[in-house]
């Protein structure tokens, strides 16, 4: 179930890329992590604030042809 007030995490890192595996093991998350937090639960903040920063860098630099 989508929820409306969560950012579009799954639609970020699709354009970026990258699979939720990746994006786990980038981050340190636990396998599944990714998945259970794109399907609606709400992270914690600090893996909110963690998974945008990530999300969004890794945007910027998809943007400008260049890896981080």
Known sequence: MDNP?????K????AIGLS??????ELNWNTGRLST???GLIPTDAERRQLLS???ERL???????QP
């Open 54 to 56: 990530f999300l969004n």
């Open 37 to 39: 937090v794109e399907r």
């Open 60 to 66: 910027a630099a998809a943007r400008q042809g260049g």
């Open 11 to 14: 639609a970020l890192r699709e």
């Open 20 to 25: 939720q595996r990746a994006v786990e093991r």
């Open 5 to 9: 007030t969560l950012p579009p995490y």
